[in-house]
């Protein structure tokens, strides 16, 4: 089944302001990943994180690890119209490569 | 740009019929996977494989089957399509060293 549970499910955001979108485990992740899929598209690999405590930028998109590794989260700040989206967390288990996305977070954004 | 094609883009089949839809990638990857998702929802993983000759069965139940006969090549089978199965499916590939994981375009299918 599922392992990794994103809240909230629907982010409305109006243009400018910030957002956080989680992830949560009840065990322990070897590594989380995140995508994105715009609307009519296909995911979009955008960061995978593998340390506890582990924290990544990449623009106004801000990544970080649980240092338990049981959660993460995507902080987007100044949210644009080109956020439109929905952002998808997965794990990738290290032993069997089985890779598993939660249910994800679709964001939309008032102009 | 992924080297990852899914054909047919698009499918509207009868009820009954056996189809299969293809999945090809030329980056070498050993790690291949397949996913149902419908409009807006979720992505759910139904099978996966990490070599020639593996594959496992994902999270969701499916009644379709897979087979990787070559490195570069997992197709997704299914013996007698029903209303239900009517979906997209998504075919992802990766290597070990990055972990990122490549998408193709999907593949819509609608059985009648």
């Known amino acids: 089944g599922q392992q990794v549970m994103q809240i909230p499910q629907y982010q409305h955001v109006q243009e400018g302001e910030d957002f956080t979108t989680y992830c949560n485990s009840s065990?322990?992740?070897?590594?989380i990943q995140w995508y994105k899929q715009r609307p009519g598209g296909h995911p979009v690999f955008l960061i995978q994180?593998?340390?506890?405590?582990e924290v990544k930028k990449q623009k106004r998109l801000t990544f970080q690890f649980g240092e338990a590794k049981k959660n993460s989260s995507l902080h987007i700040t100044a949210t644009q119209t080109t956020d439109v989206g929905t952002y998808f967390c997965?794990?990738?288990?290290?032993?069997?490569?089985?890779?598993?996305f939660g249910a994800g977070t679709t964001v939309t954004v008032r102009a | 740009e992924a080297d990852i094609y899914q054909t047919p883009r698009y499918l509207v089949i009868g009820t009954g019929k056996k189809i299969t839809l293809e999945c090809s990638q030329t980056?070498?990857?050993?790690?291949m996977y397949w996913y149902q998702q419908d409009p807006g929802m979720e992505l759910h993983l139904i099978h996966y494989?990490?070599?020639?000759?593996?594959?496992e069965k994902g999270d969701l139940s499916s009644e379709s089957t897979v087979s990787r006969i070559r490195t570069e090549h997992f197709p997704l089978t299914l013996e007698s399509a029903r209303p239900s199965h009517t979906s997209q499916y998504l075919c992802?590939?990766?290597?070990?060293?990055?972990?990122?994981?490549?998408f193709g375009q999907g593949t819509r299918l609608t059985v009648v």
């Open positions: 065990t322990t992740l070897s590594n």
């Open positions: 494989s990490y070599g020639v000759n593996s594959t």
């Open positions: 980056m070498g990857h050993d790690k």
């Open positions: 997965a794990e990738k288990r290290s032993n069997d490569y089985k890779l598993s």
């Open positions: 994180l593998v340390k506890s405590g």
């Open positions: 992802a590939s990766s290597e070990f060293a990055t972990g990122e994981a490549f």
